[in-house]
């Protein structure tokens, strides 16, 4: 993986629903950490997790740009990767 993607914890908005209720729902806040993958005007896409098993496959969440409620960038220091 390399080390130059930018690792963001993203904060947004959730669909909640419930059927046969008298309540009012509302969406809920939720939040995802992870390396950016792809961030375009329609979503933004993250890697969460990696395998290390020699095969190219990945974790990963798209989160439509109407839904995010904030970017934190986060630091990573050099040793965030040594075992």
Known sequence: METT???VK??????VADLHTEEDIVPCESWSVGWIQEDN?????L???FYEDGIELADKIVIPK???????YLKVTKDFFDD
Request: glycine fraction near 8%; include cysteine; charge should be neutral.
């Open 5 to 7: 993607m930018k690792l």
């Open 66 to 72: 109407g839904c995010i409620v904030k970017i934190d």
């Open 10 to 15: 993203v904060t947004w908005k959730d669909i």
């Open 47 to 49: 890697y969460t997790g």
């Open 41 to 45: 005007d329609e979503y933004l896409r």
